[in-house]
């Protein structure tokens, strides 16, 4: 679906999409509201949904489309430039799948945006080769297990690892705002992003942290106190040196959970490197990524905190692992960063 109140704008990108083989448009309208309509008329596995339009913009009409479509990837589309991350992190926060921007002089012999847009239609129409039927029934959630006991003596963990998915960019804000200045320990966030964002995020993270926040570089060592976000596109996982010292590799390897960065990845390498001194937080987010991630890190004697229900945009990957029994805590949002401290700040208890 196309969703555009350019008339000129709609018909170059059901054009271009249309003439793609395996790609086909099943509705073109001009605006949020109709698109609302239309959504419930037609499969749909892609909307690309431009942000400024009458009557009901692009804003508006995401999270309703996402309530009436379960699943449906959506790509927003607006004249803003791609460095606008008020904008664009907003739309992911919301549950956007991607962003594009359209160039400055017109969409007409722009070639690389098409290229890029068609690029992303595939992509993420390709994770989902059934669409998730409109409104589907509700389905039954087990009760999560509760909070594990630990008996063992706990070791004052050396790093802080963070996963979180849809919702995750306005969590993270919250978590690393509310974490006390004195944490030394570094933070490794994985948050489901494509490469155009992830360096926005970081820019994010450092304004409403106070903690300065950087896309992670391959080789380059963990700082006490700084923020890695993996950059988007690849996993980010971590090195011992021989000669002493951890650093980050990112690797290139294959999509896990349909995510690339995956939380599953950064944890088990943490695991492995850390083993009892890792403290691993899961946060809103859709699918189960980070769930066997974490139960590696139990197995080397990890700690593991997740958002609780009610807080999260998608309880998806912290209900997993909540549900898997694996949890030290299950916390409000607004309770997790007070957690990490009274955790990783303190002494070994």
Known sequence: MVVDDSAIARGIV??????????????????????????????????VLDIEMPELDGLAALPRLLELRPGVKVIMVSSASQRDADISLKTMTMGAADYVAKPKAGLGGAESFRAELVSKVREHGARDAKTVPARPAPAAVPAPSPPRKLARKLARPEVIAIGSSTGGPQALAEVLRDIDSRLTQP????????ATFTGLLAEHMTRYSGRSATEARDG????????????????????????????????????????????????????????????????????????K?????????????AQDRASSVVWGMPGAVAQAGICEEILPLQLIGPAIFRIAGGEAK
Do not use: W
């Open 220 to 291: 380059e060592p963990l700082k006490p106190g700084h923020i890695y976000i993996a950059p988007g596109g690849k996993h980010m996982l971590v090195e011992r040196r021989a000669a002493g010292g951890t650093i980050i590799r990112l690797d290139d390897g294959p999509p896990e959970n349909s995510c690339k960065p995956a939380v599953d990845p950064m944890l088990r390498s943490l695991a492995k490197n850390f083993k009892e001194r890792l403290l691993v937080v899961i946060l809103t987010g859709m699918g189960c990524d980070g769930l």
């Open 14 to 47: 059901t054009r271009t999409l249309d003439g793609e083989e395996g790609i086909e448009v099943v509705s073109s309208v001009p605006n949020g509201l109709m698109a609302l309509k239309a959504i419930g008329n037609h499969e749909v596995d892609v909307v």
């Open 293 to 305: 991630g974490a139960e590696a890190a139990i197995e080397e004697g990890g700690r593991v905190l």
């Open 187 to 194: 933070i490794m966030v994985t948050q489901h992003m494509p």
